[in-house]
């Protein structure tokens, strides 16, 4: 369900709807698409509108192109027959080298008399995009399409699929909930909750100035300390930090991104603690510190092989740069 949205694409921009599951973002993309009629409000594609009072235009006369997460190939049909399935009002030798030439800018002529279950699911991925392009439709509309992919494989094609749009000039509306992925592709992002969207802007926008704790969450694992609020410093049992997004005086939610925390010799720093645990994540390490004065644990992310070992003491430096403090409300612990 959505609950008062609006939204603005621009002309070959690419904008992300992330969210957790449930939160209306697949809704979104059907109603754009036609799939769904909502009970009010107004869709415009192109200053056409085509949703609204005096009017419902169909999916198939909207001219938007689509893109599911299981792709949607039909499996009797050879590739270049899927590829131009959605050109059925063009005569055929038209619509098969249309389709041709868009399995080409895939880098997939060589498999057009092939079936989907003969390639793999990156392969089956790049021909849904040929047949999205195909028809060369305003806008492109997908909803999760990277999803069922391995992590090298969603990597690859993920990139080549974002170029191949950018190159084309096409306009993109796209489906995730992986914030690290509508970091890398998007131009702008509209986070959702529960039907809303509740912050939109670049990636840096939504990371370094998030509008609430909901978001700061989504963008990264928090260290989260009780703290007071007065001008623009907080106060709380980690230290004192000049904020560069001030909150109400008062008291607040001290939120420390794991990045931030820097390990020195202990005694250097007045504020200390003893190493609970380090893990090898490849390109950084994870260190887990029972932090003095704090009754949770601080974790906190370090270059890889930093030389610290469980039950070590150490002293502990925050850049004031990763703290961000967020207004102590009712709503706080559901944010």
Not at 187 to 192: F, S, V
Not at 282 to 310: E, F, N, Q, S, W
């Amino acid at each position: 369900m959505l609950d008062d949205v609006s939204l603005s694409v621009a002309s070959g921009e690419t904008v992300c709807l992330l969210g957790h599951s449930g939160c209306g973002k697949t809704t979104m993309l059907r109603v754009a698409a036609g799939l769904e009629r909502p009970d009010k409000g107004r869709v415009v594609l192109a200053g056409k509108q085509v949703t609204g009072p005096g009017g419902f235009v169909p999916p198939e006369a909207r001219g938007v192109g689509l893109m599911f997460q299981d792709y949607a190939l039909f499996p009797h049909l050879t590739i270049i027959d899927n590829v131009a399935f959605g050109l059925s009002h063009k005569p055929s030798a038209d619509a098969r080298r249309i389709a041709r030439q868009a399995l080409e800018r895939v880098g997939l002529a060589a498999y057009a008399q092939d079936y989907p279950h003969m390639l793999s699911g990156g392969e089956q991925q790049r021909v849904a995009l040929a047949r999205a392009l195909a028809p060369q439709p305003g806008i492109i509309l997908m909803d999760e399409p990277f999803s069922n992919l391995d992590q090298r494989t969603r990597e690859a094609i993920r990139e080549d699929t974002m170029t191949l749009l950018r190159d084309n000039g096409s306009t993109s509306l796209v489906v995730t909930h992986d914030p690290a992925e509508a970091m890398t592709i998007a131009d702008r992002i509209a986070l959702m909750r529960s039907g809303r969207i509740v912050q939109t802007g670049t990636a840096e926008e939504l990371y370094r100035r998030p509008n609430s704790l909901f978001v700061a969450r989504y963008f990264c694992d928090l260290n989260e300390i009780d703290g007071e609020a007065s001008g623009n410093v907080v106060s709380c049992a980690a230290g004192r930090f000049v904020l560069s997004n001030p909150v109400p005086d008062g008291p607040c939610i001290v939120c420390i991104r794991p990045h931030a925390i820097t390990l020195v010799i202990a005694g250097v720093d007045p504020f200390s603690g003893t190493i609970l645990s380090r893990r090898f994540l490849g390109d950084a390490d994870a260190v887990t510190i029972a932090a003095d004065g704090l009754t949770k644990p601080l974790h906190a992310r370090m270059p890889a092989g930093y030389a610290v070992a469980p039950g070590e003491r150490t002293g502990i430096k925050i850049d004031p740069a990763g703290v961000l403090a967020f207004p102590r409300n009712v709503n706080t612990s559901a944010s």
